[in-house]
């Protein structure tokens, strides 16, 4: 999340002082002054970079021109991978947390695999898993 807000930070940042930022166009939408120093506007960025980290988004801090639009799709698509490979791995880790039932499993899948194979009768193949 930090080089995420570092990166939606240093647009608003190379930019200058337009108008039609994201920076001045979220604290108008919010009734706040923009910005004004670094601090400010990195824990907004912050706050941009979680939501959109976590697939939440709000939607009150949005890219407004070509080139914060541009940083916010690469940033998306890049946290959007980060966000799915976290949430496989804490499934992994709990799909194998009893791996005696993990083992029980593969074992009827493959008894399944060879009853399959060799064309054993329904009422053979109850038997053999019964």
């Known amino acids: 999340a930090h080089w995420t807000a570092c990166g939606w930070a240093m ?42 980290i976590t697939s939440i988004g709000y939607g009150d801090v949005i890219p407004v021109t070509w080139t914060e639009r541009l940083v916010c799709t690469v940033a998306m698509y890049i946290c959007g991978i980060m966000w799915a490979y976290v949430i496989g791995q ?17 074992d009827v899948d493959d008894l399944n695999g060879m009853m399959r194979a060799r064309g054993l009768s329904s009422e053979m193949q109850v038997r053999l898993r019964g």
């Open 90 to 106: 804490i499934c992994g880790v709990l799909g194998s947390s009893d791996p005696h039932t993990a083992e029980f499993q593969q």
């Open 11 to 52: 647009v608003a940042s190379m930019q200058g002082t337009r108008e039609t930022l994201w920076a001045t166009t979220w604290a108008a939408s919010m009734d706040f002054s923009p910005p004004d120093t670094p601090w400010n506007l990195y824990t907004t960025s912050l706050y941009w970079a979680v939501m959109t």
